[in-house]
């Protein structure tokens, strides 16, 4: 730890290695201390837990994950960014390994093992992506304890949606129908350099225990069909996915409801019976 707390501000740091957030790699770069902090806390304690980091950039976060005690593991395309990054390595003492690549190419399991925490301000252009892919395994509990992921305020409401509002859709039911997602807090614009165009905000997810008797294939395709055409009944968006209109009947779900009014737990009920 002592190490450190003797590393110069981020900001010299940055300057030093002639860094600058990258438009194409949806950068953008956080300088508070104490809001970094305030999202390593979020999972929880992390005192000699591993966490896996998508996009450390220059490691502003990833200086707030190691002072929590976490072993962190972080991948990074950006090349510019890895000398300063080995710097926080050498400065945390061998605890931050920094991987050079792609995040959606990369096994975030095999490098971070199971029960790994992720952590991440993610990159915008690429967040949803991640996510997706971290949310969609078959196999269940996943590898990951929990997801602290900052994205767009919108993109983060759309995964925390309630049924019957204007965000609820896919995203929604992917990371609500076997997990828990909380919105932690908001963070304003003008906490990144450069400042996005859009606030941003933090959520939490945590896995939880998986319905029975439902298959992840079905559940994503009563979604897409019935938020593909969220403004028609479901006896229209829902007539060409097979078993979808029988299993709606023998649940006693109203066919000229719309997708966006179906809780949760009614879209797992009609995959379930579409798997019998």
């Known amino acids: 730890m002592d190490g450190l707390k003797a590393l110069p501000p981020l900001r010299d740091v940055i300057a030093r290695h002639g860094l600058?957030?990258?438009?194409?790699?949806?950068?953008?770069?956080?300088?508070d201390g104490q809001l970094l902090d305030r999202i390593a806390r979020v999972p929880g304690s992390l005192e000699s837990e591993t966490v896996f980091e998508v996009g450390p950039g220059p490691g502003g976060l990833t200086r707030a994950l190691l002072g929590a005690g976490a072993n962190v593991v972080a991948v990074e395309r950006d090349r510019r960014c890895l000398p300063a990054l080995a710097e926080l390595d050498e400065a945390s003492g061998g605890r931050l390994r920094v991987i050079s690549g792609d995040a959606l190419e990369v096994d975030a399991e095999a490098e971070a093992g199971r029960g790994a925490h992720i952590?991440?301000?993610?990159?915008?252009?690429?967040?949803?992506?991640?996510?997706?892919?971290?949310?969609?395994?078959?196999?269940?509990?996943?590898?990951?304890?929990?997801?602290?992921?900052m994205f767009q305020k919108e993109?983060?409401?759309?995964?925390?949606?309630a049924p019957g509002t204007s965000a609820y859709g896919r995203l929604a039911v992917l990371a609500q129908w076997r997990a828990t997602a909380r919105l932690a807090?908001?963070?304003?614009?003008?906490?990144?350099?450069?400042?996005?165009?859009?606030?941003?905000?933090?959520?939490?997810?945590?896995?939880?225990?998986?319905?029975?008797?439902?298959?992840?294939?079905?559940?994503?395709r009563i979604t897409a069909a019935a938020f593909g055409q969220r403004r028609k009944m479901l006896r229209q968006s829902l007539k060409g996915v097979p078993g979808a209109l029988d299993a709606l009947d023998r649940?006693?779900?109203?066919p000229q409801r719309r997708a966006e009014t179906l809780s949760v737990d009614e879209f797992v009920a009609i995959a379930r019976i579409m798997g019998r």
């Open 20 to 31: 600058s957030a990258s438009k194409a790699l949806g950068q953008n770069f956080l300088f």
């Open 119 to 149: 952590v991440a301000n993610l990159p915008y252009n690429v967040g949803t992506a991640l996510l997706v892919n971290w949310l969609g395994s078959e196999a269940w509990p996943p590898w990951w304890r929990s997801l602290t992921l």
């Open 185 to 220: 807090f908001t963070v304003h614009r003008s906490a990144f350099v450069p400042p996005p165009k859009v606030m941003s905000a933090v959520v939490h997810i945590v896995p939880a225990a998986q319905p029975e008797g439902v298959k992840l294939a079905n559940l994503e």
């Open 251 to 254: 649940i006693g779900i109203d």
């Open 155 to 161: 993109v983060a409401e759309r995964i925390v949606a």
